[in-house]
């Protein structure tokens, strides 16, 4: 589905994410895993076309990314960046109608086809209430949805979003994985993510690929990759990895390095 | 701030009622500011005569003073208004920022510099005017475009180096007008802002040029909803980003160009208009555009109407009297809506 061969990409002395060789399966979710800094999100940058690779490919289907139309690309692929915190003053209804964009050639209205993917993704996340609602005010959680009804519009094979649960609060954050999952099993798109809670990576995710200064450290399925070893070298922690309803998670015990200060 | 409800039941858009009442208002508005700038003057005249004068062409007086003056002027009024609300709306959409305006980057300052030039030292090339002025303005965007990019111009750079570029251009200016102080008495007028005596081979100038931006500008709202988006989402949805900004910036040139050369440096219209307009009808540029396009119109007759009357015998240029009263209502709407602009 999609293959990154010795992708590489340079950012500045201290930050390079050096020949990333992957291969994302059709159908797979995918979490990227990795402390700040590790790359992760340039990487989920680098396949969504937003920047350029110093060097390597990526190859969609065979077919090479950077070769492409912009709107071919956008057809296959959507990624919902980091949060977006703007006041757009749209309604859900015409957010989600951008998701049509890439489809759509000319300048006149939508087509029935449009409308029918629309009032889709609309109903996949949940919003039917909230078509006629000014984005900005919705809550944290709902204008997530929002922005994902968007993304899921354009159709793509392959999602890719970047900290879909950051600030939003625990329930609203099982909701998004719910969400994906269904967008995972029902229509099978392939999901690639970074997330920070490694435990919801670990229960949403079929595959977990972890970063550390640029370059791909760990990659397997959560039983795999979720191990002391894992915690120890990459994050510099010791940490008890358990198993519930078949269902990896870990907690930490102590800091590894340093001490611990009270207060 | 939008009174929404729990009545989801509506299939309406929460601000529909709003923009209909807005586009229909300035609508009808603009057309009575026509009709109105037509009867009133030095001479006054009735609805009666005015329609005699404008469709019996024969030698009266209303026939003289209704199509050979009033008429084209508030034709060229209109466009002018039009012109400068449309072109800012532009800038303000492609720079994500409420301060964008062609007056404040320095694409109006441009088309001056040059409309100046051929004033002061080629007064034989007066023809050229227009061209030149929008010239001017292209070479300015060109230059200030130019000078912001960095793999991708970002708005705020572009802004910033805007400002720089206009302060250039207005010294510039000043250094002109003191190498050729014995010339200056000709161009003083036209730097104030004013369409005191244009007739209509001015509107036969421009009229070909507006139709065309006027056009452009149907198909520009597309894009500038896309960009509005930020750039990120934009590209993400397989928009090309740089060539939609350097279209709208070329665009809104254009538009700018053409107002400075037939009515030199009126300033606020494009930076007032939508900024109220914004207010009413929302962000959404298929009603932004459209209720900037009859305001600024609006605007720029009324302004006109009043700045040609009230201080009769004297004619005040518009300009002046819309800086007068711009730049106090600008700080008044910057004071009232302090949040809008933290946002950008």
């Not at chain 1, 879909?164 to 329930?171: A, E, K, Q, V």
């Not at chain 2, 989402?233 to 350097?246: I, M, Q, T």
């Amino acid at each position: 589905m999609l293959i990154t061969e010795e992708l590489t990409y340079r950012h500045s002395d201290s930050f390079e994410l050096t020949s990333i060789d992957l291969h994302i399966k059709q159908g797979e979710i995918v979490s990227l895993l990795g402390p700040n800094g590790s790359g992760k999100s340039t990487f989920l940058r680098l396949i969504s076309r937003l920047i350029t690779p110093g060097s390597g490919e990526v190859l969609l289907n065979g077919e090479r990314l950077n070769r492409m139309k912009s709107q071919e690309v956008a057809r296959n692929l959507a990624m919902l960046p980091q949060m977006q915190d703007h006041q757009l003053d749209v309604t859900v209804g015409e957010l989600v109608e951008f998701g049509r964009h890439p489809h759509r050639s000319g300048y006149g209205k939508l087509s029935r086809e449009d409308q029918e993917i629309i009032d889709w993704a609309i109903g996949v996340t949940k919003l039917e209430k909230y078509k006629n609602r000014m984005l900005q005010s919705l809550s944290g959680g709902e204008r997530q949805r929002a922005w994902i009804a968007m993304a899921i519009a354009q159709r793509p094979k392959v999602l890719l979003l970047d900290e879909p649960t950051t600030y939003l609060d625990i329930s609203h954050q099982l909701e998004v994985m719910e969400l994906v999952t269904q967008l995972n099993e029902t229509y099978g798109m392939t999901v690639i993510m970074v997330l920070h809670d490694i435990n919801q990576a670990a229960s949403y995710s079929d595959r977990l690929i972890v970063l550390k200064d640029g370059s791909v450290r760990f990659d397997g399925i959560p039983q795999c990759v979720l191990c002391k070893e894992m915690f120890h070298s990459i994050f510099e922690i010791d940490a008890e990895i358990f198993m519930n309803n078949g269902k990896y998670f870990f907690t930490p015990s102590t800091l590894e390095k340093g001490e611990c200060y009270e207060g | 701030m939008i009174a929404t409800g729990e009545q989801t039941q509506k299939e309406r858009h929460p601000l529909a009622r709003k923009r209909i009442i807005v586009l229909v208002t300035s609508g009808s508005l603009l057309i009575i500011a026509a009709v109105l700038s037509l009867m009133i003057g030095p001479v006054s005249f009735s609805m009666q005569e005015i329609w005699n004068g404008i469709f019996i062409a024969n030698d009266t007086m209303e026939r003289r003073i209704v199509w050979e003056l009033r008429f084209p002027r508030v034709l060229v009024g209109m466009i002018v208004g039009i012109s400068l609300a449309v072109a800012g709306a532009i800038l303000q959409g492609v720079m994500r920022n409420p301060l964008a305006d062609p007056g404040i980057i320095g694409v109006s300052s441009g088309a001056g510099l040059a409309a100046t030039v051929i004033m002061i030292i080629y007064p034989a090339y007066i023809m050229f005017l227009p061209l030149a002025a929008f010239l001017g303005a292209l070479a300015t965007a060109v230059v200030i475009y130019a000078l912001s990019w960095r793999g991708g111009a970002s708005p705020l750079r572009i802004i910033l180096v805007g400002v720089a570029i206009n302060a250039v251009i207005g010294a510039c200016m000043s250094a002109l007008m003191l190498l050729y102080s014995d010339r200056v008495q000709a161009v003083l007028p036209w730097l104030a802002g004013g369409i005191a005596g244009v007739g209509w081979v001015q509107f036969e100038m421009i009229i070909y040029y507006a139709i065309a931006a006027f056009v452009l500008a149907i198909f520009s709202v597309k894009h500038i909803r896309i960009l509005r988006l930020g750039d990120e989402v934009a590209k993400l949805l397989g928009h090309h980003v740089e060539r939609s900004r350097f279209f709208l910036i070329v665009l809104s040139t254009l538009l700018a160009g053409m107002a400075v050369s037939v009515s030199g440096l009126i300033g606020f219209v494009g930076l007032v208009v939508p900024h109220i307009m914004r207010s009413i009808v929302g962000g959404d540029y298929r009603f932004l555009l459209p209720a900037s396009a009859l305001g600024g119109g609006l605007l720029v007759v009324v302004a006109d109407t009043i700045a040609r009357t009230v201080f009769n015998p004297i004619e005040l240029p518009v300009g002046i009297l819309l800086s007068f009263l711009g730049g106090p209502f600008f700080l008044y709407l910057i004071q009232k809506r302090r949040d809008s602009f933290a946002d950008n």
